[in-house]
């Protein structure tokens, strides 16, 4: 079932109207990231490098999705990590998005693989299989951690942590406003570097922030155009 926020939205989009307003009962309902086939988020983005800097548009896929009671998941072609440590020659990977109840994960590595075991219905075990890639677990609050089980005792770097909440907030996406969106500032820091991730139920990620903390390497996204896909 398509979201309702992220139907507003792209409502919005095809007839620019100048605001849209979203039901706190269907905020509530909406995933907080859609997983429909086709659903499509356009990037604006400001990218820094070495040997320079420029403005580039990005996008960000689901080309295939799989849904059952006990799990969900979206392939994506392309997306924001993309551009960590850009390069003008840069291409879009594959990445997949996996829900198991009410716990998200962000795998990298192996995304394709992964998606086609689970469509396959092999999802045995794999919540333990997943625990490297954790992202984060619903409901969220402020300062919520989410760590794998290998990181080192005491530490919080190498995790995911909620970063921020704000409530009843305005949205633009391009030429539209959306009224009354929470959103959701998650932050994961390593040695070398940090992103900072910003989801809104219904429309998924809206903004990105990459810094290296060494080598001249930065990225700071915001979300353009959102379609809902099928």
Not at 31 to 50: D, L, Q, S
Not at 147 to 158: I, Q, V
Request: with cysteine; glycine share 6%.
């Amino acid at each position: 079932m398509k979201a309702a926020v992220a139907s507003v939205v792209l409502a919005g989009l095809l007839s620019l109207a100048p605001v849209q307003t979203a039901e706190a009962a269907d905020r509530t309902a909406s995933p907080i990231f859609p997983m429909n086939k086709g659903a499509t988020w356009t990037y604006r983005a400001h990218v820094k490098w070495e040997k320079g800097e420029q403005d580039i548009h990005w996008t960000m896929t689901v080309t295939d999705s799989f849904e059952s009671p006990q799990i969900s998941a979206a392939l994506l072609r392309g997306g924001p990590w993309d551009l960590a440590f850009y390069q003008p020659h840069v291409r879009a990977a594959q990445y997949l998005v996996v829900r198991l109840a009410t716990t998200y994960y962000l795998v990298k590595d192996g995304a394709t693989d992964t998606f086609s075991e689970i469509a396959a219905g092999s999802a045995r075990d794999m919540q333990n299989r997943l625990s490297d890639d954790l992202w984060f677990r619903l409901p969220l609050h402020e300062n919520d951690v989410f760590c794998s089980p290998d990181r080192e005792p005491g530490s919080f770097m190498n995790c995911w942590a909620t970063e921020s909440i704000a409530t009843n907030q305005t949205l633009k996406i391009g030429k539209v406003t959306v009224q009354g969106v929470d959103s959701y500032q998650l932050l994961f820091r390593s040695n070398p570097d940090h992103e900072m991730v910003t989801l809104v139920p219904g429309i998924g990620i809206t903004a990105w922030e990459y810094m290296h903390h060494g080598t001249t390497s930065q990225a700071n996204l915001r979300l353009i155009e959102f379609r809902s896909g099928e």
